[in-house]
């Protein structure tokens, strides 16, 4: 059941890329246009996406265990460490330069255009490399929660 949801979540995901426009790198770089012809649509989209997902937190912490798992597993860091700026600063400068993400450019995959599937393969190349390297984080351990109290409880 739990690939059933990620196979329903990915498509969902992507079709909301689709529609959104965020699969078209110049509507990015569009918005990274600040000083120029500036396109504010991916400001709305990401809103609305902060929208979303800050409901979804919302009604997940309410309950005491997930629908298709035994326990939740939340993050146990919340610091701001140099291989979280590092990786970030890296991700922009790939967006800004480009115009796409790896969400999107997976998308775009399915075009089979040559400098999507450049950017797909350079993009498992360095997830490769960075997990040969052994620099890549541990995964989020599980964390109990405790079971929040529901509206119901007053």
């Given at each position: 059941?739990?690939?059933?949801?990620?196979?329903?979540?990915?498509?969902?995901?992507g079709?909301?890329?689709?529609i959104s426009?965020?699969?078209?790198?110049?509507?990015?770089?569009?918005?990274?246009?600040?000083?120029?012809?500036?396109?504010?649509?991916?400001?709305?989209?990401?809103?609305?996406?902060?929208?979303?997902?800050?409901?979804?937190?919302?009604?997940?912490?309410?309950?005491?265990?997930?629908?298709?798992?035994?326990?939740?597993?939340?993050?146990?860091?919340?610091?701001?460490?140099?291989?979280?700026?590092?990786?970030?600063?890296?991700?922009?400068?790939?967006?800004?330069?480009?115009?796409?993400?790896?969400?999107?450019?997976?998308?775009?995959?399915?075009?089979?255009?040559?400098?999507i599937?450049?950017?797909?393969?350079?993009?498992?190349?360095?997830?490769?490399?960075?997990?040969?390297?052994?620099?890549?984080?541990?995964?989020?351990?599980?964390?109990?929660?405790?079971?929040?109290?529901?509206?119901?409880?007053?």
């Amino acid at each position: 059941m739990q690939i059933v949801a990620s196979l329903v979540c990915g498509l969902i995901f992507g079709a909301g890329l689709l529609i959104s426009g965020m699969t078209d790198p110049q509507k990015v770089l569009g918005f990274l246009d600040i000083f120029g012809a500036w396109d504010a649509t991916l400001a709305f989209v990401m809103a609305g996406a902060v929208a979303v997902t800050a409901a979804g937190f919302a009604i997940a912490r309410q309950r005491a265990a997930p629908t298709l798992s035994a326990r939740f597993l939340w993050p146990d860091r919340n610091d701001i460490d140099a291989p979280l700026v590092t990786g970030a600063v890296l991700f922009g400068i790939g967006w800004g330069l480009v115009g796409i993400c790896p969400g999107p450019a997976l998308v775009n995959l399915a075009g089979l255009t040559l400098p999507i599937v450049v950017f797909v393969a350079a993009m498992i190349l360095g997830m490769i490399g960075h997990a040969f390297c052994g620099r890549h984080a541990t995964a989020p351990r599980a964390v109990q929660s405790p079971a929040l109290p529901s509206r119901a409880d007053g």
